[in-house]
């Protein structure tokens, strides 16, 4: 019940950082309080999950960090929309692998119907 409520309160945080961007005055401490949301549902899930590899991990987010960092440093105004279409097209690629590893795990009969409904649908 408490991982529930959780998960709930950093929906609402993440739904409420959203709903900031519409003016251009609130859109900084929305976009901080997205990814404040974001960065508590990554700590979450990792301590739901215990990664395999804490190096690795830890590598990989650097990496993302660093390419993330210098691309927003030198995106000029004009060139968002590309940005943002870039990035749904990333979106998509990551929703193609979750859906495919839903497809090609194996678990238990009676979760196999979600997995493949879930995988599916994403």
Do not use: K, Y
């Amino acid at each position: 019940m408490l991982q529930l409520l959780a998960d709930i309160a950093i929906s609402l945080i993440l739904i409420a950082g959203i709903s900031q961007f519409r003016a251009p005055r609130s859109a900084r401490f929305g976009n901080l309080t997205a990814a404040f949301a974001l960065l508590c549902a990554t700590a979450i899930v990792l301590g739901r999950h215990r990664p395999v590899s804490i190096p690795l991990l830890s590598a990989a987010a650097a990496l993302g960090i660093a390419v993330g960092w210098l691309l927003a440093a030198r995106i000029h105004m004009i060139q968002i929309p590309a940005m943002v279409a870039f990035q749904h097209g990333m979106g998509g690629v990551a929703a193609f692998l979750v859906s495919f590893v839903e497809l090609t795990r194996t678990t238990g009969e009676g979760l196999r119907a979600m997995s493949e409904t879930s995988a599916l649908l994403g």
